[in-house]
């Protein structure tokens, strides 16, 4: 029951301050610090303190960032032999400010993960047997992500796409290629054309990305919770009320929790169920990577909720 995460990994440059910066201007921050992350070693980190198997596969420069992220992931017990060290280039970075209200701007500068491509989805191929879910995310080059998707389709792995970053292009051909599809709301809009602000927009939206061949829509609410459409209908995934502190990799753990509760066999109800818990664990604690819940404490939230 093991899961693959291919993608993205950064290093994070997080700065804090009371609040976010306008164009041109420059404010004082009160705290700063270097935290591993990337989408792509977010989600395998979310899997793998969910007490599941996970690898991750990518690129990391030939630098001190680099090798900081791959023992960051082998700490938390994921599998790294699948990670090229990439001596031409840098690792990726993200430089992230997030102001009091726990809102964040972020910008990518790829790096390494800019020249995933086709060795890399080799790598994959050969570790595909092993997996029963492949978690991809759009921090690499979208040629890769659709081979990926194609190598884990035709090896029987079941694909979760998180569209972030948000773009408008995706090839018509990748949609096909997913089980299960995760946007947010910006995200959503991006895909489809249209805003997506409530719930009849989010299911008007996610019948547009099952037309285009995605079996299964999960559309992130944020404080309104999910929606969720598969081809025998639409259900909802209630939010959970937490005290947030900083939002910046709740979708990680939404798709990372995802893909843990699928590899252990929940239908997908219970699923995203999970997968909205461990975003909520998220956003109670600050940074990417170390926000990430493991399953004691997953299962402690859950009872707790159910008192």
Known sequence: M???SFGSLNMDLVARSPRLPKP???LTGHFFETIPGGKGANQAVAV???GIPTQMVGRVGGDGFGRSLLNALQTDGVGCDSVAVDEATHSGVAMIAVDDASENHIIVVPGANGRVGE???ARLSSLLFTAQVLLLQLEVPLPAVVAA???AQQAGVLVILDPAPARTDLPNELYSL???ITPNQVEAAQLVGFSVGDRPAALAAAETLQRRGVKTVVIKLGRQGALCLTAEGAFDVPSFPVQAVDTVAAGDAFNGGLAAAIAQGLALPEATRQAAAVAALSVTKAGAQPSLP???S???FLAATEM
Request: without cysteine; proline residues 0%; negative net charge.
């Open 2 to 4: 093991a899961v693959i």
């Open 24 to 26: 041109g201007e420059t």
């Open 298 to 300: 997953l299962e402690t």
């Open 294 to 296: 493991s399953r004691l």
């Open 48 to 50: 793998a303190r969910l």
């Open 119 to 121: 060795s890399d989805v």
């Open 178 to 180: 997913i089980d299960i």
């Open 149 to 151: 998707a194609a190598a």
